[in-house]
């Protein structure tokens, strides 16, 4: 089970950048692996998680709840993302929002500290963080466009080719929260589209 979690890993990585497998080797004793069902936890808010948890498989959510008990997602993470605080790990803040699984995930977890170790001592490696990095700006960005730029419907678009198959594993009301629209509005868009 443990080299099948590796093989994982390794594939995962490979999908955005070149890691051989002395790269792999020197690395695998930093990770953990672990399984989460829907709606498991990888952290709570004002905890202070120090880890990367990389999404090997499956789908999960960052979310807050705000002051009325009401849930807002900020982001989903499919394979090849990252579960992290980085307030928590930059500043030592708690982490002021949840993440969470949505579906069954295989995740791949590593202390920055020791991300950012393997970094310095590999060159593969800190093109790795340096990437994974451009990937959340990237991200960030491309979301911030969307909202500030699409209309509901061509968001619900934008999602459906970004997440291709996964988005058929996560639950509407999460989609509608991803958007920034209601659940209504959602089913809506699904109608004039055939696909209720």
Not at 64 to 76: A, F, H, T, V
Not at 91 to 116: D, K, R
Not at 124 to 141: A, I, P, Q, S, T
Request: charged fraction near 20%.
């Amino acid at each position: 089970m443990e080299k099948t979690n590796q093989q994982l890993l390794q594939n995962t990585f490979s999908a955005f950048i070149s890691l051989n497998q002395a790269d792999m080797d020197i690395a695998i004793p930093y990770f953990t692996f672990r399984y989460c069902h829907p709606k498991e936890y990888l952290f709570l808010s004002g905890e202070l998680p120090l880890d990367v948890h990389f999404v090997l498989n499956g789908v999960g959510r960052y979310f807050y709840i705000d002051q009325n008990g009401i849930e807002r997602n900020k982001s989903l993470v499919r394979k090849g993302g990252a579960f992290a605080s980085i307030s928590s790990i930059v500043e030592g803040s708690p982490s002021p929002f949840f993440a969470q699984a949505l579906t069954e995930c295989v995740i791949a977890s590593v202390s920055y500290s020791n991300l950012v170790k393997l970094s310095k001592s590999n060159n593969n490696w800190g093109d790795f963080v340096r990437k994974m990095f451009e990937r959340l700006v990237l991200k960030k960005e491309k979301r911030e466009a969307g909202f500030l730029m699409l209309s509901a419907k061509e968001r619900y678009l934008q999602f459906l080719k970004e997440f291709g198959a996964d988005s058929q594993e996560i639950p509407l009301r999460h989609v509608a929260m991803y958007l920034g629209i209601t659940d209504v509005t959602l089913s809506r868009i699904r109608r004039e589209m055939g696909l209720t």
